[in-house]
């Protein structure tokens, strides 16, 4: 947990600190796959408390959930229909499913070691 | 080492998922809003206007053209400048009322009560004042009279009708009853303006008993404005183009 957070902390740094940006055309499609990204690194983090961490498939959810996240994106703004709302709610609902797990994983770790 | 491994995966991951958020903030992105019927409709609108009147200043560019034109024509052939200097002066003298000018239109005849016997007290409900004759004109202009005379005086911009005791002024003329008010224009339109129940001549008529006769006319002759025109005060500004 506290891990991921610093490295999101480490990774806003950096990325304020390097001159790269990329157009500002694209900036919803990169914001729905931050959101996908973001959920799976809390699935992974979910996963490592849980102790069933994969390396194959957090790499597959990371990168194919964030591309497809994109797509979703890209192909709503080509029909004119908004489907990049379907990865919001999805990322984002996973994420708070995520979150509420780890929550609970954490906190009974802490009552058993007490 | 095993157990180590997610985290520095994990710790990895996050730190490209911050580099992300990091250059996504950077680019500094107004929010995004989903596209509502109402906000469609408003920029819709905004672009109809703006493109009426882009149609609108076309038409004025066209006309620029067109005069610019007549006058390149000019420089071109130099015996047309005559025929558009005279067709000019045609113009001018025409919206100045310094021509005849003839067409539809309606002939009012106005003249003071006729009875005899004189009902009621004042003797001024009884004949026709300045200001009848004022609003009737008025009322004919509203309707679109394009030119007016008064017993053959010429309505202009600068007429006065005056009252001078049982005779009327105009043009520094005097004129008596019975009045003859000429008008070009549509007839049905300028018949209704001054015929319909509530208008000034039909009050004039109907509560005063004042000779009140108006009549629809195939032609109309409407004679020239023939007095001068002295501009002793006004100055003309001189307009840039």
Redesign the interface.
Same mark, same amino acid.
């Given at each position: 947990m506290f891990f991921a957070l610093i490295g999101i902390l480490i990774g806003a740094v950096i990325g304020f600190l390097l001159p790269y940006t990329y157009n500002s055309a694209y900036s919803l499609y990169v914001s729905v796959a931050i959101l996908a990204c973001l959920d799976s690194v809390f699935g992974g983090i979910r996963a490592n408390l849980e102790d069933n961490f994969s390396i194959e498939i957090f790499l597959s959810g990371f990168f194919g959930n964030s591309i497809l996240a994109a797509f979703l994106a890209y192909i709503g703004d080509q029909l004119g229909v908004p489907l990049y709302y379907a990865a919001i709610i999805t990322f984002g609902g996973r994420i708070f499913d995520n979150f509420a797990a780890i929550r609970r994983i954490w906190l009974r770790k802490r009552k058993s070691n007490k | 080492m095993k157990n180590n491994? *997610? !985290?520095i995966? =994990? @710790? +990895? +991951?996050?730190?490209? &998922?911050?580099? =992300?958020? @990091?250059?996504?903030? !950077? =680019?500094q &992105?107004d929010l995004?809003v *989903?596209v509502t019927i109402k906000s469609f409709e408003d920029t819709q609108n905004e672009i109809n206007l703006i493109n009426s009147e882009i149609i609108e200043l076309n038409g004025i560019i066209k006309q620029k053209e067109e005069e610019l034109q007549i006058l390149e024509n000019i420089l071109v052939d130099d015996r047309n400048i005559e025929d558009i200097l005279l067709e000019d002066l045609k113009y001018n003298m025409t919206i100045s009322g310094r021509t005849t000018l003839e067409g539809p239109g309606i002939q009012i005849v106005m003249y003071d009560n006729m009875d005899t016997v004189i009902e009621g007290f004042d003797l001024n409900d009884y004949i026709i004042h300045d200001v009848d004759i004022l609003n009737v004109i008025n009322d004919l202009k509203i309707a679109g009279a394009e030119a007016i005379s008064i017993n053959d005086q010429r309505v202009i911009s600068a007429s006065e009708i005056k009252c001078g005791g049982p005779i009327i002024r105009i043009n520094d003329r005097s004129i008596a009853t019975p009045f003859v008010i000429k008008a070009i224009g549509d007839p049905k339109l300028l018949m209704a303006s001054v015929n319909a129940p509530g208008t000034y001549g039909d009050t004039l008529r109907s509560v005063f008993a004042i000779g009140f006769e108006p009549e629809a006319k195939d032609k109309v002759v409407i004679p020239a404005y023939i007095g001068g025109f002295s501009y002793k005060y006004a100055n003309s500004v001189e307009e840039g183009d």
């Open positions: - | 491994n *997610p !985290k995966i =994990l @710790a +990895f +991951f996050s730190i490209l &998922v911050g580099m =992300l958020i @990091a250059s996504q903030i !950077k =680019l &992105v995004i *989903p």
